[in-house]
């Protein structure tokens, strides 16, 4: 099984507002400002939030998880 594989279904993105903060304690991948709001990656098991969506791991996610012992 590859790095990315063993992170699927660890990945969520939630859309905030702008100039709302994350109430959430996870593992932040990235934050990227949009004209819908502020794109927030997050690694964990359980979703973040009521409205994060799964979504697909790139290499820095698991590259992440692995260092944060999220994934072995």
Same mark, same amino acid.
């Given at each position: 099984?590859?790095?990315? !594989?063993?992170?699927?279904?660890?990945?969520?993105? !939630?859309?905030?507002?702008?100039?709302?903060?994350?109430?959430?304690?996870?593992?932040?991948?990235?934050?990227? +400002?949009?004209?819908?709001?502020?794109?927030?990656?997050?690694?964990?098991? !359980?979703?973040?939030?009521?409205?994060?969506?799964?979504?697909?791991?790139?290499?820095? !996610?698991?590259?992440?998880?692995?260092?944060?012992?999220?994934? +072995?």
């Amino acid at each position: 099984m590859g790095l990315i !594989d063993r992170v699927k279904n660890c990945v969520w993105e !939630d859309v905030l507002p702008f100039g709302q903060v994350p109430q959430h304690d996870h593992n932040v991948s990235s934050i990227v +400002q949009a004209i819908d709001g502020t794109h927030i990656r997050v690694i964990a098991k !359980d979703s973040p939030s009521t409205n994060a969506r799964l979504v697909a791991p790139r290499l820095e !996610d698991a590259s992440l998880a692995m260092m944060e012992g999220i994934i +072995q």
